[in-house]
């Protein structure tokens, strides 16, 4: 019998218990589901405040509803530019184009797939308004560069930490707090979840209070039913406060099980003090910087290509292997030659996405992703390490 691999759609791949069952029964029963009123959702903020070391933290419908409000806290003008990468989720993307301001993609590191900040800084123009970065995988970007260049060019510096819950950077401090937002997911494929949810956290007293209006139809709750700005209604419900605040005590568990085995398949893989094997008779594989890594995927680069024959290698071997993450890059999305706002295209006349060459690589030949789950055992990694040993070398 082969051993199955949890994953996130299933019970047996989630923390989802009783705990959640018994919060889902307070909220319920206290009549009272909607978080304006309610108690869950403000609880929620000051708990991942805390954990985060945050002032702030605002709780919201999705992750892509927290990018959303990062970007409308960035405060762009129609037309103006902001840098991102082309290996995301669209959720990064979409808020940059609902707020009428341009996708800038920049291109990225070969050997993880976050942005590279060089490539960053000569993309950086007049009109260009903030940076956001993926912490993709649950790999930290470079986020120090990032920062730096962001202060040096007054640009708003946004965090999409949808795959990277606690990922931890340079110095300790999470993903999420060294830019001027960051921002979490609760979406049924992330690290913890309850169905659909977004957090953002920020120590920007000014930015918090932009979003916190956005999310609420740009009413100040406090001075009665007048509106001070354009807002949609992005608000977390009780319900989902309340289970994420259940699955929010489970994230140590998650985070420190995940990362146990991941270690050891790095263990299992590495040659002693190398990051690279070039065992003669198997394919090169670069294998993931552990350092700070959340593991969300488990994601392996082949320089040479071929991902996506180890990865039918590893699928056949019952391993839950991809290559590529994307059908492709977002500079290359179908999106970019059509209209966008009914037969309009305003802002983006005449805009095409600029080629990124080392996104277009990894997407296409040379990125694989192993799915990952805190219910893994070490007869999980054996059987992963195994179906990577038995690949023969490409010719
Ligand atoms: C999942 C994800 C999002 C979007 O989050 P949703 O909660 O699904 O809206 C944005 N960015 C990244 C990197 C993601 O993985």
Redesign the pocket.
Known sequence: MTLHFPNMAESAGRTLGDEEVAALDRVIRSGMLNSVWGTEARALEREVAELYGSRHAIACA???AA?HLSVVAAAPDPGDEIITTPI??F??VAPILAQNAVPVFADVDPADGNLDPDAVAALIGPRTRAIMV?HLFGAPARIGELRALADRHGLTLIE?C??AWLTELPGGRYAGTAGHVGTL???QW?HITCG?G?LTVTDDDELARRMRLFADKGWDRAAGRSHESLGLNYRMTELQAAVARAQLAKLPWVLESRRRTAAELLRALREPGGEREETPGRAELVLPRPDGHAWWLFPLVLPGGGASELAAHLSAAGVPARAGYLREPLNQAPLWDRPVYGASRYPLEGYRPAPCPEAERLVSDTLLIIDWNEHYTSEHVKIIVEAIRSYPAQP
């Open positions: 999705s992750g892509t990018l995301t989720d959720g990064t993926v999409d949808a795959q997911s609760l979406q992330k659909d977004g």
